[in-house]
C-alpha cells in the first residue's frame, strides 16, 4: 500500500511526460501541415510506416496526412551524425538544451487538464501536484528557459548565436513584466476574499464557470497573449532566431539530436502557452460560458472534461501556427518599444481599472 | 525633365497603429488560403504537360517503317556549341540492306554527352534530315560521367518514332529506278 502510494505518482508522471512529449511531435507535424494549407502546398505526405502504412485505404490516409512523419523525424535526429564543433565551450554547449527543455517539462507538473468528483462528492482537478502557487510556479520555471537560449548563444562561441542568445534574453525579460502584470486582475477576481485557492490554476478555471475572463477582461487577455507570443518566441517576436538575419539564431551551432532539444522544448513551451491561455481566459474544462460542467460525475466525465479542455489547447496551438504564417517579424527596436512603451503601460493601466472594477463589484454584492 | 508628382501618404489613423485590424485581415486571408485548391504537383507520379516545341534532351529518331533516318552528314556534330556530339560515319552494307543501300552512310556510333549539351536545339535545327530531335524528357541521372554519354542506341529508344510526311528516301529510290533517270 504505502509502495503504491509512491509509486503511483511516478507513474502517472512518465504517463504524462509521453503524452506531451507525443503531442510535441504532433504540433510539429500540425505545424508544417497548417502552414502548407496556408501557403497552397500539400505538406509532408510521404512518410509510410511498414504494416500500417500498408492497410488499404486507411493506410493512404494517415500517410497523405502525414502522421508517421514525427517518428521518421525523430529518428531522424536519432541517428544523424553529433557534431561538435571545435570552437565551442564543451559542458555549456551540452547543457543548454537540456536547459531548454526541461522547464516546459517541469511546468507541467501543475498544470490542471481535467476535474474529477472526489468520495465527498467535491470537485478535484486532474493534476500531478495541485499546489496553491500554481501560476507563480508556472511563471518562475518557464522563464528559466531562456537560460537554455543564453547558454546555448554564449557556449557556441560564434557571432550568430551570440546575437540571437542576446536579443531573446532582452525580450524575455522586457515581455515578462507585461505578462505578469496582465494576470493580476485574473487573480484579483478568482483569488477573491474568502475563497481558498490562492495562486492556484484551479482556483481560476473555478471562478469561470459562468463567465469565462475573456469576455470580460479582453484586455488582460490580449496583453497576456501578446507577451505569451514574445516567451515563447514565436513569430512575430522570433527574434531569437530570425533566420533571414541571423541564420539559425541560438541553435546555429547545433545539431543532430542537440537541436531535436531544442526544437521540442520551443513546441514543448507552445503548448503550455496555449494550455496556460485556456486555463486563465477560456475557462479551461468548461462547456461553454454559462453552461460550466454538463457533463456526467463518473470516469466518463472525467474523460470528457479532459478532451474538452484539450480541444481548446488544440485550438489555441492552431492559433500560434495560423499567426505565425500571417505575420512578418518585428523589427529588433519594434520589438522593444512595443514592450516597453506600450504593453507594460497598458498593462498597469488595465490593472488599475480591474482593481477598481473587482473592488467596486465587491462592494455592491457583499 | 519629367516631372516628378509627390504621393501624398495618409498618416496611420489610430486603428492602424495598434496593427489589430491588418492582423486581423491577414490571418482571415491565411485561414481562406487554407480551403483552397493546393497548386503542388507530386513530381515522380504526376509529370507536368510538357508544351509542344519542348526542348528536353536530344534524342535519334526512326521513320515509321523503323529505319534510322540519320545519314552521319555530322552537321550537328559540326553545329553543336558545346562539341557535345561525336558522330563515327560508316557505310552502308548494299548486301544487307539493298533498298537503303542508295543512302551510303550511317552513324555505326553516334554520342550525345549530355553533360555537355546545353539543350540549345541547334542539331534539331540543322539536320538536313529530320532525324533529331529535341523531345519531352527532361530528367536524367546517371552513376558516372561515362554513364552520362548517351549512345546510339540509348538516343535511339528515346527518340522513337516520329510521323514522316516525306518518306525522302523512298522517293529518291523511285527517281532512282527510273529509266532517264536525273538526280
Ligand atoms: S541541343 Fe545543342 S548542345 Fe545539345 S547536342 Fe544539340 S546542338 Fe549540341
Ligand atoms: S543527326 Fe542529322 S545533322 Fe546529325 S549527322 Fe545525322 S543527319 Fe546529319
Known amino acids: ?366 | 525633365m519629367a516631372k516628378t508628382k509627390v504621393l501624398e501618404r495618409k498618416p496611420l489613423t489610430f486603428a492602424e497603429k495598434t496593427f489589430i485590424p491588418q492582423i486581423a485581415s491577414g490571418l482571415a486571408t491565411t485561414f481562406s488560403n487554407i480551403f483552397k485548391k493546393s497548386v503542388t504537383l507530386q513530381y515522380p507520379e504526376e509529370r507536368p504537360v510538357i508544351p509542344e516545341n519542348y526542348r528536353g534532351i536530344p534524342t535519334l529518331v526512326k521513320d515509321p517503317k523503323g529505319r534510322v533516318k540519320c545519314v552521319s552528314c555530322q552537321l550537328c556534330e559540326f553545329v553543336c556549341p558545346p562539341k557535345a556530339i561525336r558522330i563515327k560515319p560508316s557505310e552502308i552494307d548494299s548486301d544487307e540492306n539493298p533498298d537503303r543501300a542508295h543512302i551510303e552512310k550511317e552513324p555505326s556510333a553516334f554520342d550525345i554527352n549530355m553533360l555537355r549539351c546545353i539543350y540549345c536545339g541547334l542539331c534539331q535545327e540543322v539536320c538536313p534530315e529530320e532525324a533529331i530531335f529535341l523531345q519531352d524528357e527532361f530528367s536524367l541521372s546517371g552513376y558516372s560521367r561515362e554513364e552520362m554519354v548517351y549512345g546510339k542506341d540509348k538516343l535511339l529508344e528515346l527518340g522513337g518514332t516520329l510521323p514522316d510526311s516525306h518518306y525522302k528516301w523512298d522517293k529518291k529510290k523511285e527517281a532512282e529506278d527510273q529509266p532517264f533517270a536525273h538526280h
Open chain 1, 1 to 366: 500500500m504505502d509502495y503504491l502510494s509512491l509509486l503511483m505518482p511516478v507513474v502517472y508522471a512518465l504517463l504524462m511526460i509521453s503524452v506531451f512529449m507525443t503531442l510535441c511531435a504532433y504540433t510539429v507535424l500540425a505545424e508544417r501541415k497548417v502552414c502548407s494549407y496556408i501557403q497552397g502546398r500539400v505538406g509532408p505526405n510521404r512518410a509510410r510506416i511498414p504494416i500500417i502504412g500498408h492497410i488499404p485505404i486507411i493506410g493512404n490516409i494517415l500517410t497523405r496526412l502525414g502522421l508517421f512523419h514525427p517518428a521518421a523525424d525523430g529518428l531522424k535526429f536519432l541517428f544523424k551524425e553529433e557534431i561538435t564543433p571545435g570552437h565551442v565551450r564543451l559542458s555549456y554547449y551540452y547543457l543548454a538544451p537540456i536547459v531548454a527543455l526541461v522547464p516546459a517539462l517541469t511546468t507541467m507538473a501543475v498544470l490542471p487538464f481535467g476535474r474529477y468528483f472526489d468520495a465527498n462528492g467535491v470537485v478535484q482537478p486532474l493534476i500531478l501536484a495541485n499546489v496553491d502557487i500554481g501560476i507563480l510556479f508556472i511563471l518562475a520555471v518557464s522563464s528559466l528557459g531562456v537560460y537554455g537560449i543564453v547558454l546555448a548563444g554564449w557556449a557556441s562561441n560564434s557571432k550568430y548565436p551570440f546575437l540571437g542568445a542576446v536579443r531573446s534574453t532582452a525580450q524575455m525579460i522586457s515581455y515578462e513584466l507585461a505578462m505578469g502584470l496582465s494576470i493580476l486582475p485574473v487573480f484579483l477576481w478568482s483569488a477573491a476574499p474568502g475563497s481558498d485557492y490562492g495562486l492556484s490554476l484551479f482556483g481560476v478555471v473555478q471562478s469561470q464557470q459562468n463567465l469565462w475572463l475573456i469576455l470580460w477582461q479582453p484586455g488582460s487577455a490580449l496583453i497576456f497573449l501578446v507577451a505569451l507570443f514574445a516567451e515563447t518566441n514565436r513569430l512575430p517576436f522570433d527574434m531569437a532566431e530570425s533566420e533571414t538575419d541571423l541564420v539559425g539564431g541560438f541553435h546555429t551551432e547545433y545539431g543532430a539530436f542537440k537541436f531535436g532539444m531544442f526544437f521540442i522544448a520551443e513546441y514543448a513551451h507552445i503548448i503550455m502557452g496555449s494550455a496556460i491561455f485556456v486555463i486563465l481566459f477560456l475557462g479551461g474544462w468548461h462547456f461553454l460560458p454559462g453552461i460550466a460542467d454538463p457533463w456526467p460525475s463518473g470516469i466518463l466525465g472525467i474523460m470528457m472534461s479532459t478532451v474538452w479542455f484539450l480541444f481548446k489547447v488544440f485550438a489555441m496551438i492552431f492559433f500560434f501556427i495560423w499567426m505565425r504564417w500571417s505575420m512578418p517579424r518585428f523589427r529588433y527596436d519594434q520589438v522593444m518599444h512595443l514592450g516597453w512603451k506600450i504593453l507594460l503601460p497598458l498593462a498597469i493601466a488595465n490593472f488599475i481599472f480591474y482593481i477598481f472594477v473587482i473592488s467596486i463589484f465587491d462592494k455592491l454584492t457583499l
